[in-house]
């Protein structure tokens, strides 16, 4: 089948819906929609606050209203349809949100019939149609390989001009399901930047997101990415329960696993139950860096454990990835937004909400932007306050970063990662830092600009990892203040950095980057709650 180009398929997003006619007859389609879409807008705006219910809970708008009542409610959804946003839908539970193919499609239908689409609108419609094909797809299908075909028929309801027809500029959605049949763990996942590319490209289609052959082939690639992102998680809960029986057999009872927020002798008694107990952050909890936290601290905690046991004892289920190394310590050109962060995958697929979204990134001017030369001590402008004259003076984060870098680059210099890790630690003083193998590349071999900015952000993190310990242990706020200050610079900076790269279509620079700059982001928070 002969991919289409995106000048042949080109299309207003009006255009993927029927065009709202006029009289009575859309006053009644009108308000049938807008009754089967009620119970899920009652329960957002229940759950989230977002605005006082029209109606009785429980109660439906009434078969028959007045103009009156047609108008307030019709501006009650309205104001709902501006306050979601696509995460919020995702947490509903799958009783309300899977309840009647009827009502999802009717939301459906609403969503692709909204004027002047947003970015948020955008996230919407993609979480919706991966929901209604999910709740309507048969079992047998949901464990095949599923083609644009098989999407498209299944969306027919929703999106009746959906084509199966490949496009040729999303090609890149296949290049990347191709590399998640690779990866053996969210790690690789994770370290190929594969969700950060998904919506790169989403981010870059603008109009043309709204091609009906463009949602059927970002519908499959959601669906077929939750899937895989599924079967990897469960691989890790499962590595992670062989090598606390592996340690144990050898009658290992304690393992540092600082990495992962544990102690430095961490009961495997207490890291069993951890394991067996692990859920992601939910609901109230359930945020794009409450479950990015989450799983990293999953992929850490697997590190760790693979650390303790050493990579000669691992079996092929702990192994580290290999596919990893044929980057020479890079990650490959080649995920999501919608996303990664993250993906929700705590049920079965009809049941599994799909991945979260992030959250859009705003950039400073470049007239802000640091120099693009500028070393890595330049970004500590923004210090804490001066201590008063009879206490001692902290190290500034300037000196601190300058140590910090030369303590990274002696340990990575004189014990090089092993060939197919794709996460390395190291230790400051007593915490670990995990490294990610672009972070280590940035630092063991010759680069750029790129590379600098990479240095740039795991000594922020490093930095603020230090701070919040010293915090927690002696009560020291001076050196905490003065790290946060300069993450708070460097996020700025980098922000920026990665929207440079995606105006150069630098996908590399920007996958790797932006997941780095997460990671300090997510520090950051943490680290907050640890200032008086």
Same mark, same amino acid.
């Given at each position: 089948?002969?991919?289409?180009?995106?000048?042949?398929?080109?299309?207003?997003?009006?255009?993927?819906?029927?065009?709202?006619?006029?009289?009575?007859?859309?006053?009644?389609?009108?308000?049938?929609?807008?009754?089967?879409?009620?119970?899920?807008?009652?329960?957002?705006?229940?759950?989230?606050?977002?605005?006082?219910?029209?109606?009785?809970?429980?109660?439906?708008?009434?078969?028959?209203?007045?103009?009156?009542?047609?108008?307030?409610?019709?501006?009650?959804?309205?104001?709902?349809?501006?306050?979601?946003?696509?995460?919020?839908?995702?947490?509903?539970?799958?009783?309300?949100?899977?309840?009647?193919?009827?009502?999802?499609?009717?939301?459906?239908?609403?969503?692709?019939?909204?004027?002047?689409?947003?970015?948020?609108?955008?996230?919407?419609?993609?979480?919706?149609?991966?929901?209604?094909?999910?709740?309507?797809?048969?079992?047998?299908?949901?464990?095949?390989?599923?083609?644009?075909?098989?999407?498209?028929?299944?969306?027919?309801?929703?999106?009746?001009?959906?084509?199966?027809?490949?496009?040729?500029?999303?090609?890149?959605?296949?290049?990347?399901?191709?590399?998640?049949?690779?990866?053996?763990?969210?790690?690789?996942?994770?370290?190929?930047?594969?969700?950060?590319?998904?919506?790169?490209?989403?981010?870059?289609?603008?109009?043309?997101?709204?091609?009906?052959?463009?949602?059927?082939?970002?519908?499959?690639?959601?669906?077929?990415?939750?899937?895989?992102?599924?079967?990897?998680?469960?691989?890790?809960?499962?590595?992670?329960?062989?090598?606390?029986?592996?340690?144990?057999?050898?009658?290992?009872?304690?393992?540092?696993?600082?990495?992962?927020?544990?102690?430095?002798?961490?009961?495997?008694?207490?890291?069993?139950?951890?394991?067996?107990?692990?859920?992601?952050?939910?609901?109230?909890?359930?945020?794009?860096?409450?479950?990015?936290?989450?799983?990293?601290?999953?992929?850490?905690?697997?590190?760790?454990?693979?650390?303790?046991?050493?990579?000669?004892?691992?079996?092929?289920?702990?192994?580290?990835?290999?596919?990893?190394?044929?980057?020479?310590?890079?990650?490959?050109?080649?995920?999501?937004?919608?996303?990664?962060?993250?993906?929700?995958?705590?049920?079965?697929?009809?049941? /599994?909400?799909?991945?979260?979204? /992030?959250?859009?990134?705003?950039?400073?001017?470049?007239?802000?932007?640091?120099?693009?030369?500028?070393?890595?001590?330049? /970004?500590?402008?923004?210090?804490?306050?001066?201590?008063?004259?009879?206490?001692?003076?902290?190290?500034?984060?300037?000196?601190?970063?300058?140590?910090?870098?030369?303590?990274?680059?002696?340990?990575?210099?004189?014990?090089?990662?092993?060939?197919?890790?794709?996460?390395?630690?190291?230790?400051?003083?007593?915490?670990?830092?995990?490294?990610?193998?672009?972070?280590?590349?940035?630092?063991?071999?010759?680069?750029?600009?790129?590379?600098?900015?990479?240095?740039?952000?795991?000594?922020?993190?490093?930095?603020?990892?230090?701070?919040?310990?010293?915090?927690?242990?002696?009560?020291?706020?001076?050196?905490?203040?003065?790290?946060?200050?300069?993450?708070?610079?460097?996020?700025?900076?980098?922000?920026?950095?990665?929207?440079? /790269?995606?105006?150069?279509?630098?996908?590399?620079?920007?996958?790797?980057?932006?997941?780095?700059?997460?990671?300090?982001?997510?520090?950051?928070?943490?680290?907050?709650?640890?200032?008086?």
């Amino acid at each position: 089948m002969t991919p289409k180009t995106p000048s042949t398929t080109m299309v207003r997003p009006e255009q993927v819906s029927t065009p709202a006619a006029s009289g009575p007859a859309d006053f009644a389609a009108r308000w049938n929609e807008a009754r089967l879409v009620y119970p899920l807008y009652a329960a957002l705006a229940t759950q989230f606050e977002l605005a006082p219910l029209p109606h009785p809970p429980g109660e439906l708008p009434p078969a028959r209203p007045t103009r009156e009542v047609f108008d307030a409610d019709m501006k009650w959804l309205d104001t709902i349809d501006q306050k979601v946003q696509a995460f919020q839908m995702r947490q509903l539970p799958p009783a309300i949100l899977n309840a009647s193919e009827e009502s999802l499609r009717a939301l459906v239908h609403r969503q692709l019939k909204r004027p002047d689409k947003t970015n948020a609108d955008r996230d919407k419609i993609d979480l919706l149609l991966v929901q209604y094909f999910a709740l309507c797809a048969s079992e047998d299908l949901v464990h095949k390989e599923i083609t644009l075909e098989d999407v498209a028929r299944i969306l027919q309801p929703v999106l009746p001009q959906g084509d199966a027809t490949p496009l040729e500029w999303c090609e890149p959605l296949e290049q990347i399901l191709e590399k998640t049949k690779r990866c053996q763990s969210l790690r690789d996942m994770m370290e190929d930047g594969l969700l950060e590319q998904g919506r790169l490209l989403k981010d870059s289609a603008g109009a043309m997101f709204y091609d009906p052959a463009a949602l059927v082939a970002f519908c499959r690639f959601n669906f077929l990415l939750r899937r895989a992102f599924i079967r990897m998680l469960h691989a890790d809960l499962s590595a992670l329960r062989e090598a606390i029986n592996s340690l144990e057999s050898k009658g290992v009872k304690t393992v540092d696993c600082r990495g992962a927020g544990f102690s430095a002798a961490e009961p495997t008694m207490q890291l069993r139950y951890f394991c067996e107990n692990w859920r992601q952050p939910f609901q109230k909890d359930y945020t794009q860096s409450s479950v990015r936290r989450s799983f990293e601290q999953l992929l850490a905690l697997r590190a760790d454990l693979e650390e303790a046991l050493g990579d000669k004892h691992l079996s092929p289920a702990l192994a580290p990835s290999v596919h990893g190394s044929e980057r020479s310590g890079a990650p490959a050109t080649p995920e999501d937004e919608n996303t990664a962060l993250m993906m929700t995958a705590s049920t079965a697929f009809k049941h /599994a909400a799909p991945p979260p979204p /992030a959250v859009p990134e705003q950039a400073p001017p470049a007239a802000d932007l640091p120099e693009p030369s500028a070393p890595v001590v330049a /970004a500590a402008r923004h210090e804490a306050a001066k201590p008063a004259e009879d206490v001692p003076a902290a190290p500034t984060a300037a000196a601190e970063a300058e140590k910090v870098l030369e303590a990274i680059w002696e340990q990575l210099i004189a014990a090089p990662p092993s060939r197919g890790r794709s996460m390395s630690t190291i230790v400051l003083q007593d915490t670990k830092v995990l490294l990610s193998s672009w972070e280590v590349s940035a630092f063991v071999s010759e680069g750029g600009q790129e590379s600098e900015d990479l240095r740039r952000a795991v000594v922020a993190r490093a930095l603020l990892s230090l701070a919040s310990e010293q915090r927690k242990r002696s009560g020291e706020e001076r050196a905490l203040a003065s790290a946060l200050a300069l993450a708070r610079t460097e996020v700025s900076y980098f922000q920026g950095r990665v929207e440079q /790269a995606k105006r150069a279509k630098n996908t590399e620079a920007a996958v790797n980057l932006g997941i780095s700059t997460k990671r300090l982001l997510s520090f950051m928070e943490e680290a907050e709650k640890l200032q008086p």
